[in-house]
């Protein structure tokens, strides 16, 4: 797709105006000053700026003289391209390898454990040697019953390592996959319309909108358009598309459509903010938001503005620099973060601008379309959709993680009392939409509603999102799922909350369950025991906050042993949350 074809026109939303009913004010907390935001920009040489990558062979490739120093999955790419086992079918040769002829060669040995994650494949070599996650791309959460027939399909053939998971980037992975049936795999995501190309490593991730987009009475703006077309143009149409393949390390991207910011903008390595400027309808640009065990930093604002139709030609210009500028040495200072505190906020500005197809960037709006007094709304149970008659039903998927026959019946349920469709959200839970109003008391009462996958969560259950950890991933230092469900249901016992409590759980520093942004995070680690010795723990955060007064959590306490981590929930709840004690509720009643 060249620069020349990527502006493309949208109507502007059907409203813009702020709805007339009160919201609740919220207090948005002091924040210091990110180093990129200060106004002195940094010295930074000529040579500097010179693109560190080249194209050779229709793939990027970097170039000799920036390869000293670098990290071992750089050297790993600039020994095969990746994308090659894809986009020349390596991996029909690859499949039909046992995994001991994989293991006595270096290079299918990194194949495996490395460059099969092009392909949205993750080799569980630590706990299921042999075994594949498989991540897939779903822009804006939106997926179909066949879709999902199909990948329950998958893991069913898998057996108790068999299963999938809503992730916290709107998306589906499903585990158990063993490499003979990879091939097979990925000609039936075609055939159902979906792919799990780029999905993992140094590509851009599943892009996130607002889950119940285009059915939102009071949404800005529908992001499915755009998240469809980011995805397509990362991917080139599910076909491989390797300008974007070789950046410097991960990078998110989302498109916030709604005032309650529901696509966590500030946690995206590019966030689109509706803004209008000049009467046109378009997007304020804020950058570099991420997370890693060293560092998390929010995204913070590039003082640009685009109008809809530059959508894509702003996303090329950002992967652009980043791919051409970014360092590749030390992993954990290689995401785009680092990169603009190198060059500063300006200086990467520019670089950005320069890439445009114009060559020109408009400076930022100050006609911002999202509503900061907002109330984040609850999207679990019925909600009236915009269209007359019909309605969305939330429902809770405790920690995300799904069966095959949970699957079918998720399947099922949008076929017949919907449209076949299904809205994943990035709190790990689903969306019926499109269901006759007339039809929704008959859903409420559907058996597969009235177990673990209830449109009425506990008030601390619907907040609880869980990474993967260490029963399926490598990385992960504690099991997270089971045990979040279970210190939840204990400490629901000890105390009764006034509202809505955010608790996430994440097995390592790599913090996928993104504890940073939890009213209370929990990030596995080991400790010491009674007796001395190692014990799972957990590094506890408190304060995190989403929305347009977003705010990092911070460490309360680390080191706590997960054995006794429910007696010092239940007391952050009572001091920082308002929380009371069950005994003084009962005897209140």
Not at 196 to 218: E, F, K, T, W, Y
Not at 278 to 300: M, W
Not at 518 to 533: S, V, W, Y
Request: aromatic content about 6%; proline content about 6%.
């Amino acid at each position: 797709m060249t620069s020349s074809s990527l502006s493309l026109h949208f109507t502007a939303p059907s409203h813009t105006l702020l709805p007339s009913k009160p919201r609740r004010s919220v207090i948005v907390a002091a924040q210091t000053a990110h180093p990129a935001e200060s106004t002195a920009s940094p010295t930074v040489d000529a040579d500097r700026l010179e693109p560190r990558v080249e194209l050779r062979d229709g793939f990027f490739i970097l170039k000799e003289k920036f390869r000293k120093g670098i990290n071992p999955q750089e050297k790993v790419k600039i020994e095969s391209e990746p994308m090659k086992l894809f986009m020349e079918n390596g991996i029909e040769e690859l499949a039909k390898k046992s995994m001991e002829e994989i293991d006595s060669d270096k290079s299918s040995k990194e194949d495996v454990d490395v460059r099969l994650k092009w392909l949205g494949l993750f080799h569980r070599r630590k706990h299921h040697y042999g075994k594949f996650m498989m991540r897939l791309k779903l822009p804006n959460g939106v997926t179909t019953s066949a879709q999902t027939r199909y990948l329950a399909s998958v893991i069913r053939k898998y057996g108790e390592d068999g299963c999938a998971d809503v992730t916290t980037r709107q998306n589906w992975q499903i585990r158990g996959v063993v490499l003979p049936d990879v091939p097979e795999i990925l000609k039936g995501l075609a055939s159902v319309g979906l792919t799990s190309l780029q999905s993992g490593m140094d590509n851009v991730r599943n892009p996130v909108g607002n889950p119940i987009a285009g059915i939102d009475p009071d949404e800005i703006v529908d992001t499915r358009p755009y998240t469809n077309l980011l995805s397509q143009f990362i991917t080139a149409n599910s076909r491989g598309n390797p300008d974007f393949t070789n950046l410097p390390r991960k990078w998110n991207v989302c498109v916030v459509g709604t005032h309650d910011l529901y696509e966590h903008p500030h946690i995206n390595d590019l966030a689109y903010m509706p803004a209008n400027k000049d009467g046109r309808f378009g997007f304020n640009v804020l950058v570099g938001g991420f997370f890693s065990p060293k560092r998390c930093e929010e995204a913070i604002p590039l003082d640009a503005w685009v109008p809809a139709e530059d959508v894509l030609p702003l996303c090329k210009a950002v992967l652009e620099a980043y791919r051409d500028l970014g360092t590749r040495g030390n992993r954990q200072k290689t995401r785009m973060m680092w990169l603009i505190d190198e060059l500063g906020v300006e200086g990467f500005r520019a670089e950005v601008e320069k890439r445009m197809p114009s060559g020109k960037l408009e400076r930022a709006s100050s006609e911002d379309l999202v509503n900061k007094q907002w109330e984040r709304r609850d999207y679990f149970g019925v909600h009236p959709q915009k269209q007359e008659g019909l309605s969305y039903v939330g429902l809770h998927v405790p920690v995300g993680r799904l069966q095959a026959d949970d699957m079918d019946e998720l399947a099922r349920l949008a076929d017949a009392y919907g449209t076949g469709e299904l809205r994943l959200t990035v709190e790990q839970n689903i969306i019926i939409p499109n269901v006759e109003t007339s039809k929704t008391e008959a859903l409420l009462q559907e058996p597969f509603l009235k177990n673990r996958f209830s449109p009425e969560p506990s008030i601390l259950m619907k907040g609880l999102v869980a990474c993967t950890g260490n029963q399926f991933c490598g990385q992960a230092i504690i099991e997270t799922k089971l045990r979040a469900l279970k210190v939840t249901e204990e400490v629901e016992r000890l105390v009764a909350v006034p509202k809505p409590i955010r608790m996430h759980w994440t097995g390592c520093p790599n913090t996928c369950g993104q504890v940073q942004v939890a009213d209370i995070g929990f990030m596995g680690c080991l400790t010491r025991g009674e007796n001395g010795k190692p014990v799972e723990g957990a590094d506890v955060y408190v304060g995190g906050r989403i929305g347009s007064d977003s705010h990092l959590g911070e460490i309360y306490k680390k080191g706590v042993r997960v054995t006794e981590l429910v007696p010092l929930v239940a007391e952050i709840l009572i001091k920082e949350f308002g929380a009371v004690p069950r005994e003084r509720e009962d005897n209140e009643d």
